[in-house]
């Protein structure tokens, strides 16, 4: 047996094949994956984020047309019973054709409309009918010159 003194003799013996590539993945591929890992993982939180926030603007817009939507109608309900008060009392002004236009603004480009008919009292129970009610916009709509697009054409 040799010594445990006896000098060391060189590196062991490699494969063939094997020379000068490490095996499996070093030190600096888990860093590159990991760096890598962080700042997809950074993107997607940075998306989420402005996706939610996208989200909440246009929940608070909805929960404020929809406010002001009730809120006209709840206009054109008492103006509707200010009108059936007056036909009840006999005092109200009946239209030429026995139609009323009651409006309440619902934005700035819109109202809520409500057509209203006068019943005669020989048809039954009721003072009116209500027709119709709706949105409408009150300002037209206009829109710009467009794109110019090509043709195919020279």
């Not at 019943?119 to 794109?147: C, D, I, M």
Request: no cysteine; net charge negative.
């Amino acid at each position: 047996m040799r010594a445990k003194t006896d000098r060391w003799e060189g590196p062991p013996e490699q494969k063939e094949g094997v020379r000068g590539i490490s095996r499996g993945a070093g030190v600096g591929m888990a860093s590159i994956l990991l760096i890598v890992m962080v700042l997809a993982f950074t993107t997607f939180g940075v998306l989420s984020l402005v996706s939610a926030m996208t989200d909440v603007r246009m929940s608070r817009k909805s929960l404020a047309t929809a406010a002001a939507y009730y809120q006209a109608e709840e206009e054109l309900q008492e103006q509707l019973a200010q009108l059936d008060a007056e036909l009840l009392a006999g005092t109200a002004e009946i239209p030429h054709q026995g139609l009323w236009e009651l409006k309440a603004d619902v934005q700035e480009i819109q109202q809520l409309l409500l057509i209203v008919e006068r019943k005669e009292p020989s048809e039954g129970e009721g003072r009116y009918q209500v027709l119709w009610q709706r949105l409408v916009n009150t300002v037209e709509w206009n829109p710009g010159p467009g794109v110019n697009i090509w043709d195919g054409g020279m």
